[in-house]
Nanobody
Framework: QVQLVESGGGLVQSGGSLRLSCAASGSIYIIHDMAWYRQAPGKQRELVAAIGRGGGTNYLDSVKGRFTISRDNTQNTVYLQMNSLKPEDTGVYFC???????????????WGQGTQVTVSS
């Protein structure tokens, strides 16, 4: 069984910073792409940032230049450094990873339970 556990959310004032972490554990052979999504009240879940195993990244346009995604493959962990936060960044942030549990299996997609980020104006 594989688990993703997020941490680092909270309440911050506009212009502040937060760093989210997501650690994968369990029966892991290899982790491919990892990503952060967010869901604001009444809105659909959206991709915020993604990172490949080799370090290639892509970002939602509205967070470019403010957020940085990174990963530590030795710790099976993905991070999201969020700077210059705005009230519109408020939402539940979920991590996501494509994980193979053996060399003979195709990867499956796993989700964390989510962590709340609230940015006050």
């Amino acid at each position: 069984q594989v688990q993703l556990v997020e941490s680092g959310g909270g309440l911050v004032q506009s212009g502040g910073s937060l760093r989210l972490s997501c650690a994968a554990s369990g029966s892991i052979y290899i982790i491919h792409d990892m990503a952060w999504y967010r869901q604001a009240p009444g809105k659909q879940r959206e991709l915020v940032a993604a990172i490949g195993r080799g370090g290639g990244t892509n970002y939602l346009d509205s967070v470019k230049g403010r957020f940085t995604i990174s990963r530590d493959n030795t710790q099976n962990t993905v991070y999201l450094q969020m700077n210059s936060l705005k009230p519109e960044d408020t939402g539940v942030y979920f991590c996501n990873a494509d994980i193979a549990t053996s060399r003979y299996q195709s990867p499956s997609t796993y989700w964390g339970q989510g962590t709340q980020v609230t940015v006050s104006s």
